[in-house]
């Protein structure tokens, strides 16, 4: 079992082959998931930041006019968004509501939340379930990362020769067996998310100006978060009532 899940290896290993995998493959592609706005310029509250990097790579691509969805032409203030300079408690809607969705959210400081609101102050030296349990979400969100970075490497920039990186994987995951049971929880986890929300992401527009695309997304998404092998196999991946 996948230590504080409720599903086993062979299993979510199973799930995703058949299942997850290929729909997200084909999820990632459509207009809606392959585009999003972002306000850049945001000033970041624990470091002063210069928008520059020294890698050319960690540059973001901006969407020529012609591949921009119709819908997102619309000024951002729409939706409101501001940069979030006070305390981050304030700036998460903690509902699952399709009332509550009002497009993009964002959020500052996840690390800080639970030190905010989730662990209460023990008196022992021990940490609550609730810390230990971020600290295994960031961790497999690292790892996560990691691997997209390992499968998908620049062997030769000379050539443009793009492949797997075996030995970058072994050395940032494979090599520390905590790293990859964190990646296994935080997928499950995520899983827990998905499929919590079923009925607003059943419900949810998916609106590009693409009318065929946004079906396609809208029917992807059904399968994703109502598949019955999913449900049978796998049907609460992480039990957040424990918590």
Not at 4 to 33: G, M, R, S
Not at 104 to 130: D, F, H, I, V, W
Not at 229 to 235: H, N, Q, V
Request: glycine share 4%; net charge negative.
């Amino acid at each position: 079992m996948v230590e504080d899940c409720c599903c086993d290896y062979e299993t979510v290993n199973q799930l995703n082959n058949e299942v997850l995998h290929p729909l997200l493959l084909d999820l990632v592609k459509t207009p809606f998931y392959r585009y999003f706005k972002v306000k850049l310029w945001c000033d970041c509250p624990f470091w002063p930041d210069d928008g520059m990097c020294r890698l050319r790579d960690c540059s973001v691509c901006e969407c020529p006019e012609s591949e921009f969805p119709e819908p997102f032409k619309k000024p951002l203030s729409q939706y409101n968004p501001v940069c979030q300079e006070g305390k981050p408690q304030d700036a998460v809607d903690r509902t699952v509501d399709t009332r509550a969705f009002m497009g993009e959210r964002e959020l500052e400081g996840y690390g800080m939340l639970y030190t905010l609101r989730n662990c209460p102050k023990y008196a022992s030296e021990e940490s609550c379930q609730e810390e230990n349990i971020l600290y295994k979400l960031v961790s497999g969100l690292h790892s996560s990362i990691s691997v997209h970075i390992a499968l998908d490497y620049l062997i030769d920039e000379a050539t443009n020769l793009w492949g797997q990186n075996l030995t970058l994987l072994y050395d940032r995951v494979l090599r520390c067996p905590d790293r990859v049971r964190n990646l296994y929880f935080t997928f499950l986890f995520v899983l827990r998310v998905v499929t919590k929300a079923e009925l607003y992401l059943e419900e949810a527009e998916y609106e590009t100006g693409n009318v065929i695309a946004d079906l396609k997304t809208k029917s992807l998404v059904k399968q994703l978060v109502s598949d019955p092998k999913t449900k049978a196999a796998c049907p609460v991946p992480f039990d957040e009532a424990k918590l």
